[in-house]
Each structure stands twice: as structure tokens, then as C-alpha cells.
């Protein structure tokens, strides 16, 4: 069965970076796109990027381009999100979501558990 | 960027009683490309609903989605106790993904 596995909680002080990762099992990592969407305290959903695992292109959201990294490891089907210059309001729980693709549709059908990140003096 | 609106912010229902919540885009929206999720605290989004319409595995049949263009509705026909939750729509449409800001359904 399809699971995506995600590290543990980090705690970070401002200006660190921290970088999260999403082990993919059940299925073959390079057939589909994989998403990042964040979540901060009691708050809605916010998309991070995209990565295409068969050829490590990427898309970012705007707010974040520069300070944002995604990558992934093949051997091991993990695909990495790296966050740099941390501030506060990066404290948020990480999600990675599959794109899963039906005839004309695009969908996340699974997602990681979440990382919790919090970025505090 | 397409922005999604979501109405009504909270509403508080009975078991039993239907739900209807509203997703209003700032553009037309493929329907292909039009999502529901299900969000519980401290647990990652379900998806409910993809293409406007359809059904994801596992999903009860008390969950429709329907509209188009600019306009779609996720309806939950009786309210069972584990529906009690925080329902966002997306739009995967654009080369930006999208979430609204989410209707929570709670219990009257």
C-alpha cells in the first residue's frame, strides 16, 4: 500500500534552515509528481512546490523562491524539502502530498503524516 | 493566482441534518481540477472529492460535489459525528495550486 513517511519534529532558531523529508513506499517514486503544502497553527493550507522525482524539476510558490529547495534520492525513494533563512512565521506543519493524475483530473490522494517545524529564539 | 473563497466560514449542524458549503473561485476553474478535502486536528487532509464530482476511494456516498466554472458546492447529505471537521476546496488548475480558507463543520 501506498505510504509517505515524513521525519520528525524540528525546532530551529531564526535565520537556520531545516529540511524535511518524505520516504515514499508502496509505489515507484519517479511515476509521479510529489507537492508540499504547509500549515501553520490553526490556520488553512498553503502550497510550497512541486517536484518532479523522474527529473528533478521543480516549481515553487512565489512568496518562497529563493529560500526554498526541493530534492530527491532515488536509491532510497525520499524526496526532501530544504527551507533556509528561517523565520518565525515559517512555523508550520510540513506536509508532502502525492499528485496522482486520472484521466483529465490531477489529485493528491496521499499524504505524508506532517513535520512539524518551529522556528523560535 | 487563483483565489478561492469559501462560504460559510463555520457552520454548527445537528447529526442527521445536511451541510452545504460553498467554493467560489476568482476565475473559471477546470471542473478536472476542482478538489474537496477532509481535515480532522492533528491529522493530514483526506481527499473527498476530485473532478468537482467524483469520489475518492473509500469516500461515503453522503458526499457529492458538483459545479463549474466559478462556483462549486461540497454537500454532505446526513450528518454522521465523525463529519465534524474542517472541509477545504482546492484548485490544481493553474500552475499554482490553491487551498481555500476552509468552512468548519461543528456540532450544534
Known amino acids: 500500500q501506498v505510504q509517505l513517511v515524513q521525519s520528525g519534529a524540528e525546532v530551529k532558531k531564526p535565520g537556520a534552515s531545516v529540511k524535511v523529508s518524505c520516504k515514499a513506499s508502496?509505489?515507484?517514486?519517479?511515476?509521479?509528481?510529489m507537492h508540499w503544502v504547509r500549515q501553520a497553527p490553526g490556520q488553512g493550507l498553503e502550497w510550497i512546490g512541486i517536484i518532479n522525482p523522474s527529473t528533478t524539476t521543480t516549481s515553487y510558490a512565489q512568496k518562497l523562491q529563493g529560500r526554498v529547495t526541493m530534492t530527491r534520492d532515488t536509491s532510497t525513494s525520499t524526496v526532501y524539502m530544504e527551507l533556509n533563512s528561517l523565520r518565525s512565521e515559517d512555523t508550520a506543519v510540513y506536509y508532502c502530498?502525492?499528485?496522482?493524475?486520472?484521466?483529465?483530473?490531477?489529485?493528491?490522494?496521499?499524504w505524508g503524516q506532517g513535520t512539524l517545524v518551529t522556528v523560535s529564539p | 493566482e487563483i483565489v478561492l473563497t469559501q462560504s460559510p466560514g463555520t457552520v454548527s449542524l445537528s447529526p442527521g441534518e445536511r451541510a452545504s458549503l460553498s467554493c467560489r473561485a476568482s476565475?473559471?476553474?477546470?471542473?478536472?481540477?476542482l478538489a474537496w478535502f477532509q481535515q480532522k486536528p492533528g491529522q493530514a487532509p483526506r481527499l473527498l472529492i476530485y473532478g468537482a464530482s467524483g469520489r475518492a476511494t473509500g469516500v461515503p456516498d453522503r458526499f457529492t460535489g458538483s459545479g463549474s466554472g466559478t462556483d462549486f458546492t461540497l454537500t454532505i447529505s446526513r450528518l454522521e459525528p465523525e463529519d465534524f471537521a474542517v472541509y477545504y476546496c482546492?484548485?490544481?488548475?493553474?500552475?499554482?495550486?490553491?487551498f481555500g480558507p476552509g468552512t468548519k463543520v461543528d456540532i450544534k
Open positions: 476565475q473559471s476553474v477546470s471542473s478536472s481540477s
Open positions: 502530498a502525492r499528485e496522482y493524475r486520472l484521466m483529465m483530473s490531477r489529485l493528491f490522494d496521499y
Open positions: 482546492q484548485q490544481l488548475g493553474s500552475s499554482v495550486p490553491t
Open positions: 508502496g509505489y515507484t517514486l519517479t511515476s509521479y509528481y
